[in-house]
């Protein structure tokens, strides 16, 4: 059974930085992309950040130049370092990812959430 286990979720002052991780355990045979969503109280869930199994990535406008993704394929684990972080960041951060179990196909999976909270 393959979970995404997210880590790193605390309240920040504005201005301060977080580290998000997310690693992903189980029987696997391969990952591709491994992501990040947000959903802040009483809104849609949104896209933060993705980046591919060779490295590229893709970040969504309201984050970039603040935020930077980043995996380790070896320990099957994915980052969100944040910076410069505001107020309107405040929501909970799920991991994302594609992964293929062994003698499985390939499915989306979700983490748990990690509540991000920026304030004075």
């Known amino acids: 059974q393959v979970q995404l286990v997210e880590s790193g979720g605390g309240l920040v002052q504005p201005g301060g930085s977080l580290r998000l991780s997310c690693a992903a355990s189980g029987s696997i045979s391969s990952i591709e992309a491994m992501g990040w969503y947000r959903q802040a109280p009483g809104k849609q869930r949104d896209f933060v950040a993705r980046i591919r199994r060779l490295g590229s990535t893709n970040y969504a406008d309201s984050v970039k130049d603040r935020f930077t993704i980043s995996r380790d394929n070896a320990k099957n684990t994915v980052y969100l370092q944040m910076s410069s972080l505001k107020p309107e960041d405040t929501a909970v951060y799920y991991c994302?990812?594609?992964?293929?179990?062994?003698?499985?196909?390939?499915?989306?999976?979700w983490g748990q959430g990690t509540q991000v909270s920026v304030s004075s």
């Open positions: 994302n990812s594609d992964i293929r179990a062994t003698n499985d196909r390939l499915r989306n999976y």
